[in-house]
T-cell receptor
Framework: DAGVTQSPTHLIKTRGQQVTLRCSPKSGHDTVSWYQQALGQGPQFIFQYYEEEERQRGNFPDRFSGHQFPNYSSELNVNALLLGDSALYLC????????????FGPGTRLTVL | GQQLNQSPQSMFIQEGEDVSMNCTSSSIFNTWLWYKQEPGEGPVLLIALYKAGELTSNGRLTAQFGITRKDSFLNISASIPSDVGIYFCAGLENPNTGNQFYFGTGTSLTVIP
């Protein structure tokens, strides 16, 4: 039973570029949430996808967008990258939209130069 | 956004000692969760609490949902080297209206053999 998987594991971009991160939820899960974790801090909620729609969004600008596919996998897109976007991006999956027990992937480490 | 403050920020203890940490919020939460994160990995759910006053155990870990709903506590008994990691609390305001978790700042635990 595969857990939550994310790709790539590491990524280096320069300011102004665009990036796409990918997530496959745990088997049986249909809800994907994305978090940004800056160094030394707790994860911050970006948004959640359920039934291919964004259900809730945290305090992040429109440069952050996402998508959920029919197979429940998800993408996080960040446009016009800033230095401050450097962080670990975590994907968490759960079941049924309001699933409290979220399972996290290992994350994608994004460095913006 | 909501602020969850964890204390202490870091702990250095001898193997076999008990550990206590807490998390406080400026607002009321209906669900509290405790996660552990190790280097290079995503957070792993340890304990979930759903009712004010609830006391729940998971092996050597015990967590409590504060009566005021603005705080939660985690205790680890008889610590062992594999307890090393960063412990995060997370709160959910109302699972019926949204699924946005707010994470604390983390408590870093070091266990000295």
């Amino acid at each position: 039973d595969a857990g939550v998987t994310q790709s790539p594991t590491h990524l280096i971009k320069t300011r102004g570029q665009q990036v796409t991160l990918r997530c496959s939820p745990k088997s049986g899960h249909d809800t994907v949430s994305w978090y940004q974790q800056a160094l030394g801090q707790g994860p911050q909620f970006i948004f959640q996808y359920y039934e291919e729609e964004e259900r809730q969004r945290g305090n992040f600008p429109d440069r952050f967008s996402g998508h959920q596919f029919p197979n429940y996998s998800s993408e996080l897109n960040v446009n016009a990258l800033l230095l401050g976007d450097s962080a670990l991006y975590l994907c968490a999956s759960s079941f049924g939209g309001v699933g409290v027990e979220q399972f996290f992937g290992p994350g994608t480490r994004l460095t913006v130069l | 956004g909501q602020q969850l403050n964890q204390s202490p920020q870091s702990m250095f203890i001898q193997e076999g000692e008990d550990v206590s940490m807490n998390c406080t919020s400026s607002s009321i939460f209906n669900t509290w969760l405790w996660y552990k994160q190790e280097p290079g990995e995503g957070p792993v759910l340890l304990i979930a609490l759903y009712k004010a006053g609830e006391l729940t155990s998971n092996g050597r870990l015990t967590a409590q949902f504060g009566i005021t709903r603005k705080d939660s506590f985690l205790n680890i008994s008889a610590s062992i080297p594999s307890d090393v990691g960063i412990y995060f609390c997370a709160g959910l305001e109302n699972p019926n209206t949204g699924n946005q978790f707010y994470f604390g700042t983390g408590t870093s635990l070091t266990v000295i053999p």
